[in-house]
T-cell receptor
Framework: GQNIDQPTEMTATEGAIVQINCTYQTSGFNGLFWYQQHAGEAPTFLSYNVLDGLEEKGRFSSFLSRSKGYSYLLLKELQMKDSASYLCAVMDSNYQLIWGAGTKLIIKP | GAVVSQHPSWVICKSGTSVKIECRSLDFQATTMFWYRQFPKQSLMLMATSNEGSKATYEQGVEKDKFLINHASLTLSTLTVTSAHPEDSSFYIC??????????????FGPGTRLLVL
């Protein structure tokens, strides 16, 4: 079967760094996406990785290792507004998105 | 770029009525649009995938006669919840994918529609 695993909840301190991990087992691979979803709102696109390595976008970076079926989202200089759920999703060989359950990130002052 | 709108953002209706939700890609052409449902504190659940000009593909357990999807153009898809009941109350979110060389396979989400059926 297809499976995406990510932690249910994480807590971090304002100004710190947090890494949210995602492991996956899917039928084929056409890229991995990270989305941010604030409570009561729709998801917003953060990043897309299809090749191994690190992609950096401002305070957010995303890393992919296809051989390990592993990705992480790194958030630096955390701000209170970063409190949200972070969704990992993998596109399989049929170009279908397989969604993780999301990681709720709680930022404390 | 990559803006997706949904209308209405909120709808309250009586049990038994039908509700239509529109999803539009404002600045790109979407070859594929997706409809999701999300109950409070739960994960996104894909309901159906629609390609312009063809019938939608529904996920297992989603009644196609109850949730009518029309993808009439490359910028518009509609979801009609027919004979809505209180258990259909949820957050309905659409997403759109261009699937071209410029925008790739990324799904861009609309802001969602909250449906409350009394």
């Amino acid at each position: 079967g297809q499976n995406i695993d990510q932690p249910t909840e994480m807590t971090a301190t304002e100004g710190a760094i947090v890494q949210i991990n995602c492991t996956y087992q899917t039928s084929g691979f056409n890229g991995l996406f990270w989305y941010q979803q604030h409570a009561g709102e729709a998801p917003t696109f953060l990043s897309y990785n299809v090749l191994d390595g690190l992609e950096e976008k401002g305070r957010f970076s995303s890393f992919l290792s296809r051989s390990k079926g592993y990705s992480y989202l790194l958030l630096k200089e955390l701000q209170m507004k970063d409190s949200a759920s972070y969704l990992c999703a993998v596109m399989d060989s049929n170009y279908q998105l397989i969604w993780g359950a999301g990681t709720k990130l709680i930022i404390k002052p | 770029g990559a803006v997706v709108s949904q209308h209405p953002s909120w709808v309250i209706c009586k049990s038994g009525t039908s509700v239509k939700i529109e999803c539009r890609s404002l600045d790109f052409q979407a070859t594929t649009m997706f409809w999701y449902r999300q109950f409070p504190k739960q994960s996104l659940m894909l309901m159906a995938t629609s390609n312009e000009g063809s019938k939608a593909t529904y996920e297992q357990g989603v009644e196609k006669d109850k949730f009518l999807i029309n993808h009439a153009s490359l910028t518009l898809s509609t979801l009609t919840v027919t004979s809505a009941h209180p258990e259909d109350s949820s957050f309905y979110i659409c997403s759109a994918r261009a699937g071209d060389s410029l925008m790739g396979e990324t799904q861009y989400f609309g802001p969602g529609t909250r449906l409350l059926v009394l």
